[in-house]
Each structure stands twice: as C-alpha cells, then as structure tokens.
C-alpha cells in the first residue's frame, strides 16, 4: 500500500511539474524537426530564422520542455552561430540556397532574436540549474551590447536591428520597435549591472513613441537626429505598422502592472484597442499616420491582442476577439500566428507571467514546489 501511494505522489508531482500543453505540443510536432531546426513552411526554401529557435527555446522552457530545449539549442549553435555560441551572434536565416544546398542564407545577426535567446538562456539557468545556459546567457548579452547598438545623437544608446545595415546614407537610422520587449530589457538592466541596459531602456522607450504617433506602431521607423522620427515610406512596408508591429502590442500587454513604463506604454497604444473595437478585428496593414486600415489581421493578430486589450481593460473589443477567435481558428501551419498564439495564449492561461523586474515566471516551477 505505501509503494502505491508513493507512486501515486510521484505521478502526481510529476504531473504538477510537466502540465500539459497541445498547443506546444502540436507547433513542435508541425514545425519542429527531431535535431530541433524550427521550419517556416511557407517559403520555397523552407527557411529557418534566428528569431524562430528563441522563441522556440522560450516555449520550451514554459513548457519544462527540457529535450528539446536542449536539441533547439543545439542546432542554434551548430548551424546559425558557426558551432559557438561563446565566440558568434547567431546568423539571421538559414535555408535552402540558390545553388540547392543547405546553410547560412543571410549571415547578419537579429538583435530580436538575440535578445529572447540571451534571455531564455539566463531563465533556463536559474530553473534547470545548469551553469552552462548562464555564462552563454551573459556572453550573449555583452555582444548584443558591443555588436548591435549604436549612440544615437538626441536618441542615445540605442538598439539596432542587426550590427550591419541599418545606418542609412543620410545618417539616419532604421529602427523596429517589435524588436524592444522592455521586460526583457528591465531584465538585463536587473540582472546583468551594466549601465548599457539602462539607457536601451530610455532610448526603446522613446522609439517605440516615436513609431505610433498616433497609436499605431510602425513595422519600421526611421530617426534622423535633426528631423525626428518619420515613416520608412521607402520599405517594403510603406512605413505602415503589421507584422512586425502587432508584438509592439503584444509585449506590453504582458507587461506587469507595477513595471514602471507599462501605464505609459498603454496610454500610447491605446488608439489600437479603439480602432479593434471599432472594426471587429486587428488590421492587417495601418498607416501609422492617418489610421487607414489595409485589410484584416489574421486570428493570430487577434489571439496577439488580447494581452493589450485586457491590459487596457477594452473588454468589448477583448471579448470580440476570443469570439474571432472560436470563430476562426489559426491554421495549424500557419508559423508566425501560432508563434503569436503561444505567447498570447501562454500568457492567458497563466502558464508564465512577467514580474515587474521583467522575469518570465512559470507556472510549473510553482506547481513542482507545491507538490514537492
């Protein structure tokens, strides 16, 4: 009878520690390869970006995923970052070349991605009690700060999207602000003590105002130091806000109440929570300028919003996208919407949430405690 209740308990704890997921689950079995390589299937060359491996690792890491994590790691490692991770940034894309080989396609690093793999790295250390994920943690973090930010006149330092590229002719800069999760900033600026992470704060700050001057976040923005921001009318975007934009949203709504820029950035993309209400769905395209609306969003740009619109207590246009979302379920294959769904919906269902220090704190590190 004792060995029975003993495993009872053991069952249980392990239930407690590794609670079920399917939407992991299922993104892992349709995107994830057995080596841990995260495939885009809409592309021809079936690429692989820096960005899908971080966010990858992150659910993994929600999910107690210890496997996989691992495997994802590995792969990162072994073909975007030249087997050393210590020594190099990640390259951006990797994919099926013109001349029908398989490596590196765009060599230039994602300040993005990078940032959610340094961040990951750090959480992973403190919650598997591995040394190793830690010191890559804090190795990454200081490239990120030597290798992909620039001091910007009346900006100051400031993110890059990539070490190379992003200086214009004109000496102005491109910038994106879905590249500045400030939670993930505020904590590097807790964690790691260098100076650097709090200027990235003011400066993030200030670029993500200076994308929505009206309340809808830019894809792409340009600062020129004499002239101020002005819309990237010359990209591919046409300085409207879409699928970059919608994480501006989607990361400050998951932001604690009590992080000292969360009321501020609310209050600045507020424009959006109306302008959803208003036409039933979240736009594909909007220029940033005069609000026009270029088609609707996909249900992961709805399941992407409904952090912000409870953050921003919108509760009718809250409610009308949970319904879009029943409605319209996000296609299964669909990469970037269900990327956007598991944050979302992660968050949700309380799976993790972010202390005012910015710490991504998951549900199963509690749960395995209780139970223990």
Known sequence: ???????HHAQAQSDACHPAWPAWSNF???????????????????????????????????????????????WTENNLAYGDLTAHLPAWQWGKRTDDSWGIIDKNPASDADLWLAYTLNLAGDAWNEKRYTALSAL????????????????????????????????????????????????????EKDPRWKQLLASSMQIISGSSPKGYAADWILFHPDKGFTPDINGAEKGDGGYNAIRVYLWA???????????????????MAKLTETKGYPPEYINIQSGEVRGPGSSGFSAALL????????????????????????KADAYYDQVLSLFALGWREKRYVFSAKGKAEMAWQKACKKSG
């Open 307 to 330: 952090p912000f619109l409870q953050a921003a207590k919108a509760s009718k246009a809250l409610q009308q996208q949970e319904l879009r979302l029943q409605a319209q379920a996000i």
């Open 253 to 271: 709504g998951m932001m604690h109440e009590r992080d000292p820029d969360r009321a501020a950035l609310i209050k600045t993309l507020l424009p």
């Open 28 to 74: 892992k079995q349709t995107f994830i390869t057995a080596d841990g390589r995260v495939i885009d299937h809409s592309g021809s060359i079936k690429p692989t970006v820096s960005e899908a491996q971080a966010y990858a690792l992150f659910f993994a890491l929600i999910a107690n995923d210890k496997a996989s994590f691992d495997s994802l790691l590995r």
């Open 140 to 191: 990454l973090a200081k490239r990120i700060l030597n290798e992909e930010t620039a001091d910007i006149p009346k900006l100051g330092l400031t993110l890059l999207p990539a070490p190379t590229g992003f200086v214009l002719a004109d000496k102005s800069w491109k910038l994106n602000a879905s590249y500045l999760p400030i939670q993930v900033l505020r904590w590097f600026d807790h964690t």
């Open 1 to 7: 009878m004792t060995s029975l209740i003993s495993s």
